[in-house]
């Protein structure tokens, strides 16, 4: 999934898209997550708690995003609406099945600091009183 490189272009995209992104990443994670889950079922109870926790918490967020754009009066297509084309390239591809545990946890980590970089530029678009 193609993203804005670097804060520069993610400040450039209009709000509706940039909120739209990232229900597209968050949604994109859904599915990797609950497969690494299933097939990890090796791990320590810690590590396997964490990761069941890191499930929970990207749906806790998608969910908040939504109220969130929902209570912000802007709209957006739904994923539920999403082209086939689009939808498709949310599946969990064979390359990702293939993965190694490194690999996948700094591609998690890498969308999770972009969705946290892309909710902090919405935070400023919608509550500029923050001076951001």
């Avoid at 498709?88 to 190694?100: F, H, P, V, Y």
Wanted: charged share 25%; net charge neutral.
């Amino acid at each position: 999934m193609l993203t804005p490189n670097g804060k520069e272009y993610a400040q450039k995209i209009p709000r509706e898209e940039l909120t739209h992104l990232i229900l597209r990443l968050l949604q994109a994670w859904k599915e990797p997550l609950s497969h690494f889950n299933q097939h990890h079922q090796e791990l320590p109870d810690d590590s396997l708690s964490k990761a069941k926790q890191i499930s929970s918490m990207v749906h806790e967020l998608k969910t908040g995003v939504e109220k969130v754009t929902e209570k912000a009066r802007f709209s957006i297509n739904s994923l539920n609406g999403m082209t086939p084309s689009e939808a498709a390239g949310l599946s969990i591809s064979n390359e990702a099945n293939m993965m190694s545990d490194s690999d996948f946890i700094h591609c998690f980590r890498r969308d999770s600091n972009k969705v946290q970089s892309y909710l902090k530029i919405l935070k400023c678009r919608i509550m500029p009183e923050n001076s951001c």
